[in-house]
């Protein structure tokens, strides 16, 4: 069984959690790929996918949220997991957002999860160091990666279900 963890990330803190999560999957014995949202040109070598995103603003990242609109059909065939990540003082309509309880509905995953995310200051540009002013989030580095372990876990163990059946 083969496995795709897809990752729309801006500063890479989603990235990682994607990296995570896809060494967890891996170490449940399934073969495991982490790729960025927008190098993944077709699902269908993979039996599932996870497909995780940062919230900006509300929305997912764009290739994320175009990964599942274009690859609808084919995701809908297969097993499918969601997360997002943000800063849940964001919230407005920010994290875990209408959008992306849409995607996560268009093709039927099984679970969207969220995580706490993180924001470096120094690496904003000047428009979202003015957001930041702004709405004066929790700065930092929030991510659990234990949770994400877990998570994964979870899927992992799902997956040997499924696998065996
Ligand atoms: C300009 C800006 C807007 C953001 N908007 C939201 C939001 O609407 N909702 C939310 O939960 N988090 C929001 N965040 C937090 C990011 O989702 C969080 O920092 C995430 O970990 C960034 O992931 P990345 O490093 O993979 O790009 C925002 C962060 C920035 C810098």
Redesign the pocket.
């Known amino acids: 069984m083969k496995v795709l963890v897809a990752v729309g ?7 990682e959690i994607a990296q995570v999560i896809g060494a967890e999957i891996q170490s449940t014995g399934f073969d495991v790929d982490v790729e960025d949202a927008c190098d993944v040109l077709s699902v269908d070598a993979y039996d599932a996918i996870i497909v995780g995103s ?6 997912w ?1 764009r290739d994320a949220s175009a990964l599942i609109r274009q690859h609808a059909d084919a995701l809908k065939r297969r097993d499918v997991w969601m997360f ?5 003082e ?2 407005e ?3 875990a ?1 209408g959008e992306s309880e849409q995607l996560a509905s268009l093709v039927g995953a099984q679970e969207h999860e969220t995580f706490p ?3 470096d200051y120094d690496r ?1 540009n000047v ?2 160091r003015a ?2 002013h702004a709405i004066n ?1 929790p700065l930092g580095d929030h ?1 659990d990666f234990s949770a994400a372990r877990d998570w994964a876990h979870g899927i992992g163990v799902k997956l040997l279900y499924l696998a065996l059946a």
């Open positions: 990330s801006k500063y890479g803190s989603t990235r940062a919230v900006y603003g509300g929305l990242r997002s990540t943000g800063i849940r964001l919230k309509p920010g994290y957002t995310g993180a924001i904003l428009g979202e957001v930041m989030p991510r």
